[in-house]
């Protein structure tokens, strides 16, 4: 266990779910190190791995747990679960922390009316055009979704957000469905008088290798097809060939 917070009181408990990470997890975890302040804690809940993710999230993290139950809302919930911390967050094992991510986490919530924060994601990937199309969907996605904001409609992206954890427990965490940043956000607008942001600032990079896995076209389908009905997040794996899912 990394001791590096270790004399800080910890106000911010960021969550990482991983399966099979132990490549991936270095990458995130030191993009959160070098970043100040250093108010936070990591937590890595293993989500059943069969390779060196836990061995390797011990030797980063602060905290290691694991997660029986397959799926990342039940790793994300499992982690939110176990933090101490008024503000928890959540990122993806493959994803990359920009610089000043932390920063902005801290300063936002500051603003003791706030609930909860939400950034934008960029794609990582080797062809150009993909990556321009990718980036192109995502910060659509993300500018609707500041447009709902500033009409108190609350929206998120569950891989780049923090929220303050009373919020989140009570209107029980991620459902276990596709899209599951889709369903929290409709629970949490049944919640009167909450304060929510998006902040094109608060920037991850993604990986882009489940999309790659399907292709784009298929998962664009997937996630619409999530929103017009449940899709179990089980049903939605990188061992499943996805593409049954979108043959409609």
């Not at 270095?26 to 804690?41: G, T, Y």
């Not at 709902?148 to 992206?157: A, E, M, R, Y």
């Amino acid at each position: 266990m990394n001791n590096q917070t270790k004399n800080f009181s910890n106000k911010i408990s960021i969550i990482i779910p991983a399966y099979n990470e132990e490549k991936n997890l270095p990458r995130v975890i030191n993009s959160l190190r070098v970043q100040d302040p250093k108010n936070f804690e990591i937590i890595v809940v293993d989500n059943n791995s069969t390779d060196n993710t836990f061995k390797v999230a011990k030797n980063l993290a602060d905290k290691v747990y694991k997660c029986k139950k397959q799926g990342i809302s039940y790793a994300r919930n499992y982690g939110a679960k176990k933090a101490k911390t008024e503000i928890i967050a959540f990122l993806d094992a493959d994803s990359l922390a920009y610089p000043n991510w932390v920063n902005l986490v801290s300063e936002a919530f500051k603003d003791k009316k706030l609930t909860l924060i939400s950034g934008v994601g960029v794609y990582e990937n080797n062809s150009l055009i993909r990556r321009i199309i990718l980036n192109i969907f995502s910060y659509i996605i993300f500018y609707c979704g500041k447009i709902q904001n500033w009409f108190g409609i609350p929206t998120l992206i569950a891989n780049n957000m923090a929220i303050r954890k009373k919020l989140f427990e009570k209107v029980g965490g991620f459902d276990h469905y596709v899209v599951e940043d889709y369903y929290l956000s409709l629970k949490l607008r049944k919640i009167k008088n909450i304060r929510t942001i998006m902040d094109s600032k608060m920037k991850v990079e993604y990986s882009s290798r489940r999309i790659d896995k399907i292709g784009i076209i298929a998962s664009w389908k997937v996630w619409l097809l999530a929103i017009l009905k449940k899709i179990p997040s089980e049903e939605y794996t990188l061992q499943m060939d996805c593409r049954k899912l979108v043959a409609i």
